[in-house]
């Protein structure tokens, strides 16, 4: 029997670089940028960056389970942002740029558990790790000129310094893992 592709919601600072890492992926099938965690219905970006919906940027992630795991995820998502700064990615500051994982089931729950303590343990980071870990609610897709902003802005003064850097580190870490172009 086959396992029909499955969910995962992550926060990791500001969705465009977190959405550029994710999309190359093998297994990924689908990267929305966009935003959860919070108490307010149909927020819109600048709602978000003032700070006062309690969301986060995050994305959104439909991937094929039998190819790349949530697990597989999870070790991409600790090594490509600073997971021990709360509230705070390089120069982007705010509880919307926190790390975050927003499980959909019980299963995603305790691998993001026993991920988050084994990747505090092994020393990666010299700082504890901040992530919050907690239950899926809502999820809100961010406007149509959040998406694939990187692919589509590659030439963006904020792309070339902060995204393109992170994406070179990204490949080179992460080779194996990256769709067959």
């Known amino acids: 029997m086959l396992k029909k592709d499955e969910m995962a919601t992550l926060g990791a600072g500001c969705f465009w670089c977190v959405e550029a890492v994710f999309q190359e992926l093998n297994g990924v099938k689908r990267v929305v940028s966009g935003y959860a965690g919070g108490a307010v219905a149909n ?3 600048a709602q978000i960056c003032a700070g006062k919906t309690g969301h ?5 992630v439909t ?3 039998m190819v790349i795991t949530f697990a597989d995820l999870l070790a991409v998502f600790w090594r490509t942002h600073d997971p021990t700064t709360l509230n705070r990615q390089g120069a982007d500051v705010g509880t919307q740029y926190r790390s975050a994982i927003f499980y959909h089931d019980k299963a995603q729950k305790v691998t ?3 991920s988050k303590a084994e ?6 980071w010299p700082d504890p790790i901040v992530t919050e870990i ?3 609610d809502h999820f809100y897709a961010a406007e149509s000129y959040h998406q694939d902003y990187y692919r589509q802005n590659a030439t963006q003064p904020y792309c070339r310094m902060v995204i393109d850097p992170k994406m070179r580190k990204f490949r080179a870490v992460f080779a194996d893992k990256l769709k067959k172009v």
């Open 134 to 136: 907690t239950p899926f």
């Open 56 to 60: 986060a940027e995050v994305i959104q």
């Open 119 to 124: 990747t505090d343990a092994s020393g990666l």
């Open 43 to 45: 927020p819109t970006y």
């Open 63 to 65: 991937f094929d389970p």
């Open 112 to 114: 993001a558990e026993r």
